[in-house]
């Protein structure tokens, strides 16, 4: 791979080839009910990925990885659809007492050629008035974090808690650019992590576990490495791992046998070692599609075990959960380590 524009080609040329997904242009891609540390507590939550025209990055070719881009409207939904999606979500959380939203477009909620200035208002100044709502978080690229952007969804939210969401996914330039292809650099989210933190919101950090090029060992370790260089610009912690969704690049790599989702017992490795670096982060994974060829795994006999200690650790932040025992394909995975960066890019196990 010659530069990032070749890599951008390749991931464009198979998003060319894909359909979108159809979908009422009043209904949300997706919307569910769940659980989050808040505070120190358990919180419900309530997640709305809104469907929206879609992340410009996206269709200019985007992210090795991601197939949200599908999920967009066709045509660009008005003003009254997306307030409708809104509406349609709140009822999923209708018997919560309290609980936090989170708000999702497979782009970016503060990008107005996706979600424009007036709806961006309604939808905040919504979620301000239901006293049920104790905190809100939406998700964008830094490119449009600017402090009058800021300023303005924390004026529609009247001091309630507010947070900002990026994918940051690795703090090496490097692999951003060559493996995933995201189209910004990390300097780029600390001037978004400063404004937004100067502007009195708090900053979550989406990190990606073994995004392609790279071996486990090297995954491991950059996420371990990427914490500790965004410690400062971070107040929370969220390591995705790497899955393969259908149209993407590394969908494209996974079906040539030349990538394999990264192993459970790397992020069970990640989490031990960055709650002991930083006790006082909140840091968290949800293993999407754990045990299956195309999610995270480890062998059939431990990974759901292994995802679910994952998942309770990311609501107590209680190392010992972690503590899972041992399983015979732990062995395999050592040596994965210790030798997957000497096979050309070629995956040691499926």
Request: hydrophobic share 35%.
């Amino acid at each position: 791979m010659s530069s990032d524009k070749s890599l951008n080609t390749l991931v464009l040329d198979i998003r060319n080839r894909q359909k979108s997904k159809p979908g009422s242009l009043d209904e949300p891609c997706a919307m569910w009910t769940g659980s989050d540390l808040v505070d120190g507590k358990k919180l419900d939550t309530l997640t709305i990925i809104f469907r929206t025209s879609g992340c410009w990055w996206g269709k200019a070719g985007g992210c090795t990885m991601c197939g949200y881009v599908y999920d967009s409207a066709q045509v660009s939904p008005s003003d009254e659809d997306l307030f409708a999606q809104l509406g349609k979500a709140m009822r999923k959380a209708s018997g919560f007492e309290e609980f936090m939203v989170k708000i999702f477009t497979s782009g970016s909620f503060l990008d107005t050629r996706e979600i424009p200035l007036e709806v961006r208002h309604r939808i905040l100044g919504e979620l301000e008035s239901d006293s049920r709502v104790v905190k809100v978080l939406v998700e964008t690229r830094p490119e449009f974090v600017r402090e009058e952007t800021i300023a303005d969804c924390r004026n529609s939210m009247k001091g309630k808690p507010f947070e900002i969401a990026v994918g940051l996914e690795t703090t090496s330039d490097i692999i951003r650019k060559h493996s995933i292809n995201k189209g910004f650099t990390f300097e780029d989210f600390k001037r978004a992590a400063t404004i937004a933190r100067n502007s009195g919101a708090t900053v979550k950090a989406y990190l990606m576990l073994k995004p392609p090029f790279i071996s486990e060992k090297e995954a491991l370790d950059d996420m371990v490495n990427s914490m500790r260089e965004a410690a400062a610009y971070a107040d929370t912690f969220s390591i995705n791992l790497c899955n393969i969704q259908n149209g993407t690049f590394v969908e494209n790599l996974w079906q040539k046998g030349q990538y394999r989702p990264p192993w459970l017992w790397s992020i069970v490795e990640i989490l031990k070692k960055a709650k002991e670096e930083f006790p006082d982060k909140v840091i968290t994974s949800d293993p999407v599609g754990a045990g299956s060829r195309r999610g995270p795994h480890n062998c059939k006999e431990c990974s759901r075990e292994v995802a679910d200690a994952i998942r309770l650790f990311s609501l107590t932040q209680d190392v010992s959960c972690l503590d899972v025992p041992q399983c015979d394909c732990m062995s395999l995975w050592e040596s994965v380590l210790e030798l997957d960066g000497h096979t050309f890019g070629a995956p040691i196990t499926d």
